[in-house]
């Protein structure tokens, strides 16, 4: 019996080394396990045997079905993985070649900052209001402390579209005049207006007749020049990196008393000088002050029992300074080729 | 810009123990910014010693000069005939820029190699260039000028220039010397010395010689006093070099003495010849349409606004703004009458900025005087020109004067100076910077009283007298601190949230954002007219292309298309949200689009989705439907709006009413196939929607059936889906458009549409013959309502 074992798992084996496909493996599979298999023609030699060699034929026998079962799996598996394995092998693509170009649109860049800024401000409690381009010379001049003749009037060369009276607006102020007015319990205000703006300048590098500003206004009782600096100090940071410094420097607008300058430290040379801040290790970055007391009594509110502060930016030259564009007409020229669809504007 | 000399600075209050520099900071950060600090001196500009002098082989006028420069000995080629062996001199070396932007090289001339240039001052820009200092030739130094060192020392320029940009409201006392002064002074904690304004006077009175009348309230100080038998010459150095250095050219001593008390006082004097002015001056408003020849020889017109400098009978000077040619200093003048005074500022400005003329004088004037220094200055000029100009002074003052003088009182206390900085400053503290400023004041308790000093015109009331001492105390000490408010989340109010998420969506459906000017030209404004009404122009446009405020954003989207198309971008997809304006009360916020080439690619695996009619309509579509207009919205076509196409354009709408347009451009206006949109954000915001809730999903089965209907190219699709549904009641849940054919077996003139239908119910199981039933009742009703044919 073990030699007829041992011959049959020869012969099997010898027949499994020339199989290449699944219908070779069939036929091997026939030739000892089918019908008329040597494995099958074996067991009819059961009926001869008495009990006791049954048992003991019967073991044998099973342990020889088991070996040639699995031998023929293996081959089978062999098999499968060659065939798998070519049709991947045919599958196979040049992953160098472009993809679909799937092109979400990019922002205007100055849209960009304007969004980054009014989620920055909605998160402190700011709401985002919007006031009308074509503008009431009351409330673009009038009420905030610069009546007709004033000299400041003179830096805002403005565009008249009726008489005296209606104009484009030369700054987002009016839109904080509009807020204080109708805000009729007279109660605390903390709102940002960015928008489109208009002054009489040629256009080139650094103007521009139509451009951006983002006001900011808040009022409520006992606010100080210090809550101006801490707010400015976030948004600087915001802006351009936790590692800026910011100052205050005394300067002059007709709608603030006192007013500053805003000036953050250099982010390029971290303050040693360089071109950028012209050497002074600070570059201005807006401009802002203690709401008027005459701007708050025009607007209703007791300059003695409330007081608020009052910020602007020039939302151009912020996204010069801090995209490095050296152009302010780069802004509307919407070169498609320009593409600013990132997380960071 | 204002340019203050140091030097002169150094009169009135001691900085001559101050860094310079570290003093424009100090300045700077209290408020009055120094924008550069300007020191005389150029390194390649030295002292030289001519150690021999020869002339040129080659030549009648040229010397060849050996040239000690310390370090160096050079060989410089020099044509002035006044070159002297010995001579100490000023030398360009290789390489200097002068004024004029000339740059000195190492040359040769005529044969000889020339290694610089010997310096006139004129060619440093400190003498005007004229035949007569042409013939002057080069500069000689004083002989203990140090070789090698910096002419400038020895030229009376060994001054730093303080360049002040200012604010508006500090013009007044910042633009002359005295005033910075007090500025300087309040930083340093120091005093301010003033000038020597007292002089001797001849025994004869200007009253018997002169009258004034002043017939306008616009001229509130009119000070006149008299001189005579000046000598007109050069000035003194110590005064030209004062004016070269804060940025005026000396021209003869007594025109820059006048010049000299503006920059000193802050105070315009304007200087009549007496014999060509006669006995009378009267200051009135000018007549309507009258005239005067002006210093520069130019013929003004005048109007009722200008105030007018007469004889008694005719204008001789446009007051404060430019005198007469019929009454000016000129050579042969012997006797002076001073005008020190004070105009309105606003008529002043009109008058300057009318004709063209503004200048430093009229300048101060429209920044308001200080009438205690109009008093001092026209004395400062009797003592100046008697002392440089031989003049003798009558005595006396002629003074018109209806100044108010009533002192200027404001009143704070400590608390509201702390409350309103956030500071914690003490009443010393504050009390010095009050004394410092010399802002007189009385204390009771806590309670300034301070009285302003008439310089000082920018402080008026309680927040300026906290801005001074908040300044002078130094923002620097300000801690960061936040408002002690509610804590909530800002929102987006009115419109803008709705704008934000149409911007988003569109970007995110890959259309790129655009951002063009609000005005426009003419021929612009003529295109994509669908919506338009009376053009708004601006009153005084700067240019014809920007001059109309915009109604259509289009034609600056066609502008964008054109630009990017001419650099080769050939795949144009953009959007832009603006404000427009049909009428300058009504703001319309607007979205356009605007589509050109493709809009999704893949060229080798030629994947190309064109940029078309129904490319655009599905982004619209989205968009509606990402805003919640489900079922809302519809496309009606409509072949009447200007600058589109008439077959290939549709209106629209939201609840049957039109929000805007959408097609193909006209190709006379746009060759490249181009598609456009223009909605009113303003009219969709108004169209309320309600926020999204859940929904179950049908849990029963759905039948689809498929049927195409053949019918006329003209007839819309729309038209039969209505059909459709109007006969399949509410088992209907869909209808898809999945196949549209022209071609073989269906008619020229023909189409064919392919709907698959989808049919449902919450309810329960749809059995299919109830469905066959219903389809077959579709078709026959639709066929015979429209007269069309199924397509099989």
Known sequence: MKEKKDKIIRDLEDALSSVSNAVELYEVKAEFLGKKGCVTELSASLKTMSPEEKKNFGKKLNELKTAVEEKLTIKGKEIENRILNEKLEKEKIDVTLPGMQIKCGSPNILEGLIESLEELFMTMGYDVVEGPEVEKDLYNFELLNLPKGHPARDAQDTFYVKDDELLLRSQTSPVQVRTMLANEEKGPIRVICPGKTYRRDDDDATHSHQFTQMEGLLIDKGVSLADLKGTFDIIAKFLFGENVDTRFRSSFYPFTEPSVELDVSCFNCGGEGCPICKSTGWITVGGAGMVHPKVLSNCGYDPDTMSGFAFGFGIERLAMLKYGVTDVRMFYTNDLRTNCDRKDV | ?792
């Open chain 2, 1 to 792: 810009m204002m340019r203050i000399s140091t030097n002169w600075l150094n009169d009135y209050v001691d900085i001559s123990d101050e860094n310079l520099k570290e003093l424009a900071l100090k300045v700077t950060n209290a408020g009055v910014n120094v924008e550069t600090v300007e020191e005389y001196s150029n390194p390649l500009l030295v002292v030289g010693q001519l150690l021999d002098v020869f002339d040129h082989p080659d030549s009648d006028h040229l010397h060849v000069c050996k040239v000690d420069v310390r370090d160096e000995v050079l060989q410089i080629i020099c044509g002035a005939p006044n070159v002297q062996k010995k001579m100490k001199v000023i030398v360009a070396k290789n390489g200097c820029v002068l004024p004029d932007g000339t740059q000195i090289k190492n040359t040769v001339m005529r044969g000889v190699e020339s290694q610089g240039m010997l310096c006139a001052l004129m060619e440093l820009d400190l003498e005007e260039n004229t035949p007569e200092n042409y013939e002057k030739g080069i500069c000689k130094l004083p002989d203990e000028a140090l070789v090698g060192s910096n002419p400038y020392n020895y030229l009376g320029f060994d001054d730093t220039i303080f360049n002040l940009d200012l604010n508006p409201n500090r013009e007044a006392d910042c633009t002359n010397h005295i005033g910075f002064a007090y500025e300087v002074a309040a930083v340093l904690g120091k005093k301010v010395e003033k000038p020597e304004t007292k002089c001797k006077t001849i025994d004869a009175d200007v009253n018997d010689e002169l009258d004034v009348q002043v017939i306008t309230d616009n001229c509130t100080m009119y000070n006149a006093r008299k001189v005579k038998n000046v000598v007109i010459k050069e000035s003194p150095d110590f005064i030209k070099e004062r004016l070269i250095n804060c940025g005026m050219r000396p021209i003869n001593n007594v025109v820059d003495i006048s010049n000299y008390i503006m920059l000193e006082y802050g105070q315009p004097l304007h200087f009549f010849d007496a014999a060509k002015l006669g006995k009378h001056i009267l200051v009135r408003m000018a007549e309507k349409g009258e005239t005067i020849v002006t210093l520069d020889g130019v013929e003004r017109k005048l109007c009722e606004e200008d105030i007018l400098i007469t004889d008694g009978d005719n204008p001789v000077c446009v007051a404060g703004v430019m005198g007469g040619a019929n009454s000016g200093i000129d050579e042969s003048t012997k006797d002076v009458v001073i005008e020190a005074a004070i105009f309105d500022p606003l008529k002043i400005r009109y008058t300057s900025k009318r004709l063209d003329l503004k200048s430093e004088a009229s300048r101060r004037y429209e920044h308001g005087l200080n009438y205690e220094y109009t008093l001092e200055a026209i004395d400062r000029a009797c003592y100046l020109l008697e002392k440089y100009a031989d003049a003798e002074v009558l005595t006396g003052v002629i003074t018109h004067d209806i100044v108010d003088k009533t002192p200027r009182v404001a009143k704070v206390t400590l608390s509201k100076i702390n409350s309103l900085l956030g500071l914690d400053i003490s009443l010393d503290e504050a009390k010095k910077c009050f004394n410092n400023l010399m802002f007189p004041f009385e204390l009771k308790g806590e309670e300034f009283t301070v009285t302003i000093p008439n310089r000082r015109n920018d402080v008026a009331m309680r927040e300026d007298l906290v801005e001074e001492v908040g300044r002078l105390y130094g923002y620097q000490h300000l801690e960061n601190s936040m408002p002690d408010l509610e804590i909530r989340r800002g929102t987006y109010v009115g419109n803008i949230a709705l704008r934000k998420a149409v911007s988003k969506r569109l970007r995110a459906l890959g259309l790129n954002e655009t951002r063009t000017y609000s005005l426009i030209s003419p021929e612009m404004d003529e295109m994509f007219a669908y919506e338009k009404k009376q053009s708004i122009p601006l009153l005084k446009p700067m240019s014809v292309d920007k001059s109309i405020i915009r109604q259509s954003i289009l034609p600056s989207l066609k502008n964008v298309l054109e630009y990017n198309v001419a650099r080769g971008v050939k795949d144009v997809n953009i959007y832009e949200i603006a404000n427009t304006y049909s009428n300058v009360e009504e703001e319309d916020t607007k979205l356009a689009i605007l589509m050109s080439g493709e809009y999704m690619s893949n060229t080798w695996q030629g994947v190309h989705v064109k940029s078309d009619f129904y490319c655009l309509k599905g982004i619209v579509s989205n968009l509606f439907e990402y805003l919640g207009y489900q079922d809302r919205y519809s496309f009606v076509p409509c072949s009447e709006i200007p600058d589109m196409h008439p077959g290939a354009t549709a209106l629209i709408n939201i609840d049957n009413r039109p929000v805007g347009y959408m097609g193909r451009v006209h190709p006379s206006l746009i060759k490249k196939e181009t598609y456009v949109l223009e909605l009113s954000l303003t009219t969709v915001a108004s169209k309320k929607t309600r926020s999204y809730k859940y929904k179950e999903q049908n849990k029963f089965p759905s039948i689809v059936k498929d049927v195409a209907f053949v019918m006329p190219k003209t007839m819309n699709s729309l038209e039969v889906e209505k059909e459709i549904r109007r006969s399949s009641g509410k088992l209907l849940k869909n209808i898809a458009v999945f196949d549209v054919y022209v071609g073989e077996n269906v008619k020229e003139d023909e189409k064919s549409i392919a709907y698959s239908l989808t049919f449902g119910d919450e309810t329960r199981t749809l059995t299919s013959e109830e469905v066959n039933e219903l389809f077959n009742k579709v078709i026959e009703e639709v066929t015979k309502k429209l007269n069309l044919t199924i397509r099989n």
